[in-house]
């Protein structure tokens, strides 16, 4: 059996577009506290709870009793044995797995979310009709904060309401009842099921044992026909996931309606990326990444250009920047919402830049497509971007102003505003405290898009831009020094050979370098830098480096960007790659053989058919971090339709059941 992460310990996602989701291993083994058959967000997209851990299921054929589910239970004992009979999975469409019984029964089991329901669907079939034979399963519920861990107590509800196909239970007060409607027959068997063990959580230095509650089981007769049944978190405003119709009819409905929604993109990775784009409020966000992370301002709008912009989705990125418009503060905007409440947190010094970006590429998308933005979704938008200039060239929180060279100018001790951001308590690994160089790279592009409005950006734009062309260029490693003024002390510069240089050259509309220096950068980059799954953080020879991200909390924050693989940055480097080679079609097709087909091949490696937020930085560049990462897809779509689109030789470009990220996984 391989347990290898290539086998059956790579990842299926499904998510429901409110932020809630479903996820699991191909093995069926939960290995992270995060693994859940239904997690539903209760504010949307945060506020999120874990309803459903897993469940054991079970056949009894007239050759015996076949188990189709495996645990991992404290102190390493698997039980019971039911990943050995998987035959065959796949997560395309949706995930599904064949088991084969020793007495030659084969069971074909599926589960999917619709869209816009806080439900999971779930269905188990016979692949040839045999006789005899009767299916088991026994849910594991908790009810808890999905960053927690359950453990047994006495509050507990374990009673639940209903008759016939409909029951639900409601576990603690304050948490949303799980609804349940099968074709099947349940019968009443609390039970306490205890020491699960997730090894992700533990080779994470975290808490990793827990505790599940299961009320009792259910029975289908797999002879007569299909197991249908859908667990839902209770709606009293509706969801069609639930309707008056059998269960075995809302489970058709259900899969002809998300089949047919599903086949309609043009490529399994942008199904993938619509899996991050979800609702706040009345407006719309993107989930930075499954399956912890809610939505972040910085990662919202870098994925913004491929997961909506590169692949037509306009009106979704209108939504979005919209959304966001309305919380500029001081010219900041937030780098994330938190879990719980309502108040923003103000601490990044790129995320309103990278907005301002977003803003103008929709902009020209429009404009390109020939299509238009209404009058007062235009002022909301500039409206926002000239706070945001305003409010940086006025000074802001935590030391970001407008410095007399042209230059941004941001930092305070103890305080991580770039997206290079790990701190473990006091301890802010990376500070980049001064004139970081791809916070001026946008900054300058911030200046040179805001010249359209107003001839004042345009003189900042002119001295800043002379200013960076001379004071970041570093003769003697052949690179750009990755901070300037570094600490405030005028003259003081980070000679530390890290990614953040190439955006000068590509990721931004406008580069600031070109000639032999650019060619240069990019030569450096690639050389030291680039992997097969991205560019590392740090380069190898530095003395801070780390080459694996493992280890506890503080290990792998101390590793986080220093050295540590990120593949969204594998788009702007390309990007410059192709620039300084004239931006031909040659060019073009030989990045795409050299840099893009590699990254293809992680698809089926981790987090299937996404692509992860990190990696080791030394082969065989393990993946890590989160295994659904919205950046991370969004750059992979706009390097393959945007970057090189032009080559008509698109890798991602193809209809759902083509062979290429939906492939077979066995054991």
């Not at 026994?138 to 509050?155: A, C, K, Q, T, V």
């Not at 220096?517 to 530095?542: F, I, K």
């Not at 050299?594 to 981790?606: G, I, K, S, V, Y």
Request: aromatic residues 10%; proline residues 6%.
């Amino acid at each position: 059996m391989d347990f290898s992460t290539h086998g059956l310990e790579a990842e299926w996602l499904e998510a429901d577009g409110l932020g809630g989701f479903a996820s699991g291993t191909a093995a069926g083994i939960r290995t992270r506290r995060y693994h859940a058959l239904l997690l539903v967000a209760t504010t949307p997209p945060a506020g999120r709870v874990v309803l459903v851990n897993g469940l054991d299921a079970w056949v009894e054929t007239p050759g015996g009793t076949f188990a189709l589910s495996s645990q991992h239970y404290i102190p390493g004992v698997f039980h019971p044995d039911g990943t050995r009979r998987i035959r065959k999975f796949t997560a395309e469409p949706w995930p599904r797995w064949e088991y084969e019984l020793e007495d030659g029964t084969r069971i074909q089991h599926e589960l999917f979310i619709p869209r816009g329901d806080p439900a999971v669907v779930l269905s188990w079939r016979l692949a040839e009709p045999v006789g005899g034979v009767s299916l088991f399963a026994r849910p594991f519920f908790s009810g808890r904060d999905y960053h927690s861990l359950h453990h047994e107590n006495p509050s507990f509800l374990f009673e639940g309401r209903g008759e016939g196909e409909r029951m639900n239970w409601g576990f603690y007060p304050g948490v949303p009842a799980v609804q349940s409607q099968s074709n099947g027959t349940y019968i009443h068997r609390p039970d306490w099921y205890r020491n699960f063990m997730y090894k992700e959580e533990q080779a994470r230095g975290l808490d990793s044992a827990e505790d599940l509650a299961s009320p009792g089981i259910f029975r289908w007769d797999l002879s007569c026909g299909e197991a249908s049944w859908i667990l839902s978190a209770r709606n009293d405003t509706g969801n069609s996931a639930f309707t008056a119709e059998p269960a075995s009819e809302s489970v058709k409905r259900l899969r002809r309606s998300e089949e047919a929604r599903r086949q309609s993109f043009p490529s399994a990775l942008q199904r993938a990326g619509d899996a991050y784009i979800v609702r706040r409020k009345a407006g719309k966000t993107i989930v930075a990444g499954y399956p912890w992370f809610t939505d972040w301002g910085r990662d919202t709008f870098i994925a913004l250009r491929g997961l909506c912009l590169a692949t037509g989705r306009v009106d979704d990125a209108r939504d979005i920047l919209l959304q966001w418009a309305g919380v500029v503060s001081q010219g900041m905007l937030p780098n994330r919402f938190p879990d719980r409440g309502d108040d923003p947190e103000y601490n990044s010094v790129d995320a309103s830049l990278w907005y301002l970006i977003a803003v103008h590429e929709f902009l020209e998308t429009v404009k390109a497509n020939r299509g238009d933005v209404t009058v007062g979704d235009r002022r909301s938008l500039e409206q926002a971007m000239d706070a945001i200039l305003t409010g940086y060239a006025a000074g802001t929180r935590f030391g970001i102003k407008l410095d007399e060279d042209g230059l941004l100018s941001a930092g305070e001790p103890g305080v991580q505003l770039t997206w290079m951001d790990a701190k473990v308590g006091d301890w802010v690994v990376t500070p980049r405290i001064g004139k970081p160089v791809e916070v001026e790279a946008l900054w300058l592009n911030a200046l040179w898009i805001g010249s359209v409005y107003s001839e004042r950006w345009r003189k900042i734009f002119v001295r800043g831009l002379e200013t960076f062309r001379s004071r970041f260029w570093y003769e003697q490693g052949g690179h750009l020094f990755d901070v300037v003024d570094a600490d405030h002390q005028r003259g003081a510069s980070d000679t530390a050979l890290r990614p953040n240089q190439i955006f000068a050259i590509g990721g931004l509309p406008l580069a600031l370098l070109e000639g032999a220096r650019a060619r240069r950068v990019v030569d450096a980059v690639e050389a030291r830098l680039w992997t097969p799954l991205g560019l590392r953080s740090l380069a190898p020879e530095q003395a801070a480096y780390q080459p694996r991200y493992e280890g506890g909390v503080r290990e792998r924050d101390g590793a986080y960007h220093q050295g540590t693989v990120w593949p969204w940055l594998l788009a702007p480097f390309v990007e410059a790659w192709v620039r300084v080679r004239g931006a031909t079609v040659e060019s073009k097709i030989e990045a795409r053989r050299r840099f893009l087909d590699p990254m293809t091949r992680h698809l089926q490696e981790a987090g299937l058919g996404h692509v992860s937020e990190i990696a080791d930085g030394e082969p065989p560049h393990t993946p890590r971090g989160c295994p659904f990462q919205a950046w991370s897809v969004g750059e992979l779509l706009r390097l393959d339709l945007v970057i090189l689109g032009e080559t008509n030789h698109s890798v991602v470009n193809r209809r759902q059941g083509e062979p290429l990220y939906g492939k077979t996984q066995t054991p």
